[in-house]
Every structure is written in C-alpha cells, then in structure tokens.
C-alpha cells in the first residue's frame, strides 16, 4: 500500500468513527485519534499534516459535501448509504472539490477514493464510488481529462448524441458609477452564470430571458451574444447513456435589483459583485471563458460613443431635475418672504395709525 494510500485509510477511519458517534467529536478529539491510528496503521510521520489537512477539510466541509453527495445520489438518502461508503464519499470529494489540483488531481482523487472503496467496502461499494464522484466530475467540467493520456481514438461519436439546448447570461447592472456582475453560486463550491434549458421551439434569447428570470429574478434585456459552450454528460434515461450539451451565453443588463434565488437545484446563492472583485471569485475554468469576453464587451461598450451619449443625456436629465427642484424650492422662499412682508407692513400701518389689529 502506497504512503499517501495509506494516510487517506487513517483519515477514513477516523471519519467513520466520528460518524458512529453522530459526529458528536471535536476536532481535536479526532485528531488526538489520527494520531492514534497513524501509529497503529505504521503511517509515516512526515504525512500527518497531510491527513491533518484532509480531516479538518474534511469535517469543515461536510455540510457542503453531504449535499453534494445528495445531488449527485438522488435515488439514494445520505442515510440509506452505508456509513463507510458514505465516509469514503467524502475523503473523494474533500479532495476532488477543495485539494490544490497541482498536489491532487481530480482523477487521482476519484482513482483513491475507489481503491479505498475495494479495500474496506462492500462488493458493489466501488461501482457506486466510481459512479457518484464521476457525476462530480462532469459537473466540474472534467478537470484534467486529457492529462498524461492521448484522446482515444473510435470514441462515440459527438455528433451522433442527442443534444440539449441551454442558454444563459452574464448579467450586469451600473449603480452609482460602479458596474456590478451578478453570478449564482453551486453547491460544488464555485461561482458561476445563471443558465437553464431551453424549452421546444422556444427562441433562444427568449430562453435565456425567461431562465435568468426564473432563476434570479432579473428582469434583463439582451445585449449581444457572447459565445457557445459545449460538453458532453451523462444521462441514463437516453440511449448510450450520454447527451451533448449546447449552452448559449449572452451578455445582458438588468436593472441593479435584489437578486432572489430560484428553486433551481444545485444552487445555494447568489450576488452582485463589483466588476473590480470578479477576478477573486472561484470560477470553472469553462465558465471564465464566457466571462472574459463578457468584461472585454463591457470595456468596449464604456467607450462607445452611443453609450456616452446616454450617459451624458442621463447626466444632463438628472441636472435638469435638479436645477427645476432648486428653482421651485427658491420660489417657495420667494413667496413665503413675500407673504411674511405683507404682513409686517399691515401691523406697521396699524401701529402709526395708533390703532390695534384686529385678530
């Protein structure tokens, strides 16, 4: 058994154990028995802070990735699945969603998870491992698909697929001089833009329209079109058990509103972000590919004469507004020192006369 191999079996055990007790131990109970079982087991000290980061991510992003597991298990309630499958579950995806890829590729994670699968599962254990963290893995945009081997040759046939049609949108919105992007959030742990299915005979830009609508409850209109993305997934209700995926991206505007969460499932949030911090944000590396040209198409459209001229024309209407507010608002203190003058001097008239007003 190699070293690394070795230190993830330690890690499982002690999620195992922490499981049987409802979860009810702390971290540093957890590790006081990594440490216990690393010196049972025969692991090698120098990989301890390597099963130290995997446990505490691990515990720390459990939540995250029960529901990970449940998105990508729907026939299966997390309690249903047997405790060590479920364990081995989430030592695959701590390292398949949150490991440095430079230090744990996505397919050494998934080949891990399914050795540990062999050795401490049940007989179907590792078909159902391979199964849920290979629906993982197209959901992330097969990371390092093509690393260290060549494209197999004879392969089905892209063309031959049957083809979903999706559309979606990176929305922007201007508020007080700062341009803001707004992106939901999955449940895999990255950022993303707004998509969903395009129903039969529907236009595409109609689509897009009505999904970010549903979806963030964005009232957008298109600007202009930025592109396709296309991939292949998994569905086993279709011949051959796989389908291509043609999504539509547009760059759209909206209206700098609160942004509400459709029930779309998978997803958990979402927010406006200043155009500055986009950079910042965790993004899949196809999702990027739609939103730098998005940037560069809002770059170009700041320096559009057209643009300008709106802008300038909003800029002189919100003077105009200003400057008719000021202008009654100074009449009003017109008249009102107009009325208090006539007043006075009908109690001066009174008084020369020796007179008292009448009240």
Not at 174 to 183: H, I, K, N, P, V
Request: charged fraction near 35%; glycine fraction near 8%.
């Amino acid at each position: 058994m190699s070293n690394r191999h070795l230190a993830r079996s330690v890690v499982l055990q002690v999620l195992f154990e922490r499981d049987q007790s409802a979860s009810t131990k702390s971290l540093d109970e957890c590790i006081g028995r990594l440490a216990e079982y690393a010196s049972e087991f025969g692991a090698r000290e120098s990989d301890m802070p390597f099963m130290k980061q995997l446990l505490q991510t691990a515990i720390a992003k459990q939540k995250e990735i029960d529901e990970v597991i449940i998105k990508a298990a729907p026939e299966w309630p997390l309690e249903r699945i047997a405790a060590i499958d479920r364990n081995i579950l989430r030592v695959g995806l701590t390292e398949l969603l949150f490991a440095d890829r430079a230090h744990v590729p996505a397919k050494v994670a998934i080949n891990e998870a399914i050795e540990l699968a062999k050795s401490f599962g049940g007989s179907s254990s590792s078909r159902f491992v391979n199964g849920v963290l290979g629906a993982v893995y197209i959901e992330l945009g097969e990371p390092g698909k093509d690393e260290g081997t060549a494209r197999k040759k004879g392969g089905t046939n892209p063309s031959k697929m049957p083809t979903e049609h999706l559309a979606g949108a990176v929305v922007y919105a201007r508020s007080e001089g700062e341009t803001y992007l707004a992106f939901v959030h999955d449940i895999f742990g990255h950022w993303t833009i707004s998509k969903g299915k395009i129903e039969n005979g529907e236009d595409v830009a109609a689509g897009a329209i009505r999904e970010i609508k549903e979806e963030m409850g964005l009232d957008m209109k298109i600007v202009q079109e930025l592109g396709v993305n296309e991939y292949i997934a998994n569905d086993s209700k279709i011949e051959g058990g796989k389908k291509r995926k043609r999504v539509t991206y547009f760059l759209a505007e909206s209206p700098f509103s609160e942004l509400r969460l459709g029930p779309s499932g998978g997803l958990d949030d979402a927010q406006w972000f200043p155009l500055s911090s986009v950079g910042d944000l965790n993004f899949y590396d196809d999702t990027l590919k739609i939103i730098i040209p998005a940037i560069n198409a809002l770059a170009r459209r700041s320096d559009d004469p057209q643009v300008q001229k709106e802008r300038e024309q909003k800029k002189e209407d919100q003077e105009r507004i200003e400057n008719q507010k000021r202008l009654e608002d100074e009449e009003e203190v017109e008249e009102e020192e107009k009325t208090e003058n006539r007043e006075e001097t009908v109690e001066s008239r009174v008084e020369r006369r020796g007179g008292r007003r009448r009240r």
